[in-house]
């Protein structure tokens, strides 16, 4: 991608019109000075033809002064040539020797009006020769003041031409600006839309151009985005339902099936779908949390005491830290305003995933922090591989998944998502960082006062 495409477009805009402009004044310019210093050649030579047709017949063997004809000679000069030499002359400045070759003289004798640009002493003259009886009479004049109109030309237009291109510049740039307003204000609009509120819209615009269309045309596609989403949440949300008696059963019907059986080798394929069953569980209790929360629907003005909720936590997946030699702790107090089923599970899925990735001998702690009267944080602290920077931003997507930065067993890729969809729901949010010596700590905000 090149600099200039990576401008805005305002800005290309403006380069494109003022570029335009300069190559125009540009070919105008060039244009009008041709032009200008053809029509000033044209009334030189209009003037060099009326003097050579008021030329007196005796200028043969003379040589007469500026006023000696009675004519107007200024900065004129007239030659008399005859064979190659000048035999008469008038004017000031006479040459000896005739201004024009020995070839465009040998035409004007014949009958021809010759006009010719010659240089002579360092200045551009402009010479005409026609017949004088058995002689050439060769009148010639400066072109001075053809190249004083031009340079004068060339001295007002070129200031004015690039004034008025910078002016065009920043008018193009002040246009450009203007009328993409609209994209703007549709651009921070559409930023500020989540998969989390799909009801706002784009404002409508002003006038059905270009812009307008296009606005309908996002606010169309967003209906039909916010209707598939809903589709789905809906969905979520009736077949967690409708999974969870039916999971229930088949688990407390293994169960038994388990303990009235004496085979050992069936015992431990029980054992097998008993585990299963508890993790397809705990997938619907994730999925019908996730739900709830997509859906605005989790109670998040309770008083809930956080140490009392991650006490809980810890003691449910004690067994299991200590049949692996991990130590997981809790520290700290707060109190805040949440939906206690939610934030437990999300808590529960912060400490769930720590276990899984912390290898065996390792450390799990449990950390809350009051940040203000109704806010806090839940930091919990691993000392497993950490996650690598690049995917530490995808970390909370759903069923996003980091198996070769974690060497993660089993999982839906959900659980993170869980506890950002949780935090959201309370007005807080989820962070997530690696440490300098590996390991990974995940922070999800509760309360108005995080952020």
């Known amino acids: ?132 009886g058995d002689a050439v009479a060769v009148v010639a004049t400066e072109l001075e003041e053809v190249s004083d109109a031009q340079e004068a030309f060339v001295a007002g237009f070129v200031p004015a031409a690039g004034l008025a291109t910078v002016l065009a510049g920043f008018l193009g740039y002040g246009i450009a600006r203007r009328g993409l307003a609209p994209v703007r204000r549709a651009t921070a609009e559409a930023l500020a839309i989540s998969a989390a509120d799909l009801s706002r819209r784009l404002s409508p615009p002003a006038h059905p151009d270009e812009v307008g269309r296009l606005v309908q045309t996002l606010n169309g596609m967003l209906d039909r985005l916010a209707a598939a989403v809903a589709r789905e949440r809906a969905f979520t949300a009736d077949s967690s339902h409708e999974l969870r008696t039916p999971l229930a059963i088949l688990a407390a019907e293994v169960e038994l099936a388990r303990d009235r059986s004496a085979d050992e080798s069936v015992r431990r394929g029980l054992d097998t779908a008993l585990a299963e069953a508890g993790r397809l569980s705990g997938l619907v209790d994730d999925l019908l949390v996730l739900a709830r929360a997509d859906t605005g629907h989790l109670e998040a003005s309770r008083p809930l005491d956080l140490d009392d909720l991650v006490d809980r936590v810890v003691a449910r997946f004690g067994t299991l830290a200590t049949r692996r030699g991990v130590r997981l702790r809790a520290e700290g107090a707060a109190v805040v305003r949440g939906d206690a089923a939610g934030v437990e599970r999300a808590v529960a899925n912060l400490v769930d995933n720590a276990l899984r990735h912390t290898p065996d001998g390792g450390t799990v702690t449990v950390q809350v922090r009051a940040t203000g009267p109704d806010s806090a944080e839940i930091a919990v602290q691993d000392t497993g591989p950490g996650v690598p920077p690049d995917r530490l931003p995808r970390l909370f997507d759903r069923f996003s998944r980091v198996d070769d930065a974690r060497h993660e067993r089993g999982g839906a890729g959900i659980g993170l998502a869980i506890v950002a969809a949780v935090a959201t729901a309370h007005g807080g949010a989820v962070t997530a960082g690696s440490g300098p010596d590996g390991g990974l700590t995940v922070t999800m905000s509760l309360g108005a006062g995080n952020g």
Do not use: C, N, W
């Open 1 to 132: 991608m090149s600099a200039v495409s990576r401008l805005p477009i305002s800005v290309r805009l403006a380069a494109l019109s003022t570029a335009s402009l300069a190559a125009l004044l540009v070919l105008v310019g060039v244009v009008v000075h041709l032009l200008l210093g053809t029509a000033l050649r044209e009334g030189v030579d209009q003037r060099l033809a009326d003097l050579a047709a008021a030329l007196p017949e005796d200028l043969v063997g003379r040589e007469v002064g500026e006023d000696g004809l009675g004519l107007d000679l200024d900065d004129r000069t007239v030659q008399i040539v005859d064979g190659g030499r000048v035999v008469g002359a008038a004017g000031d400045d006479v040459a000896g020797r005739p201004l024009l070759a020995a070839a465009p003289l040998a035409r004007a004798r014949d009958g021809d009006a010759v006009l010719r640009t010659v240089r002579a002493d360092g200045e551009q003259l402009r010479v005409l020769a026609v017949p004088y």
